[in-house]
């Protein structure tokens, strides 16, 4: 079981960037599928997720409205859009799987792929 992220990158503020994550070994669609970052000095935070065998997500209040959530079936692959990003939004990204329902609490997330970096300059 393994996730892969895509590279991160440097953006302006205002910009937009895509991340995905992308699974082997395992069916994505079967598994809600969670993004993650961690700020400098700060603790690691739910960003968004999408619920298995659906199309349901939710996302952080500091993100409503810039990200979304998708998954490509076909290419087991879950993509964070990130548009109108903002300084803050600047971190290191995760995407994680867990086999239950929705939630944006990492604790309840098993596998874990490689964080990315997003910086987003001013």
């Known amino acids: 079981v393994q996730l892969q992220a895509s590279e991160g990158g440097l953006v302006q503020a205002g910009g937009s960037l895509r991340l995905s994550c992308a699974a082997s070994?395992?069916?994505?669609?079967?598994?809600?599928i969670g993004w993650f970052r961690q700020a400098p000095g700060k603790e690691r935070e739910g960003v968004s997720c999408i619920s298995r065998v659906s199309t349901n997500t939710r996302y952080a209040d500091s993100v409503k409205g810039r990200f979304t959530t998708s998954r490509d079936v076909a290419k087991n692959t879950v993509y964070l859009q990130m548009d109108s990003l903002k300084t803050e939004d600047t971190a290191v990204y995760y995407c994680?799987?867990?086999?239950?329902?929705?939630?944006?609490?990492?604790?309840?997330?098993?596998?874990w792929g490689q964080g990315t970096k997003v910086t987003v300059s001013s």
């Open positions: 994680a799987a867990r086999a239950g329902m929705a939630t944006m609490d990492l604790l309840y997330y098993k596998y």
């Open positions: 070994g395992f069916d994505l669609y079967r598994h809600t």
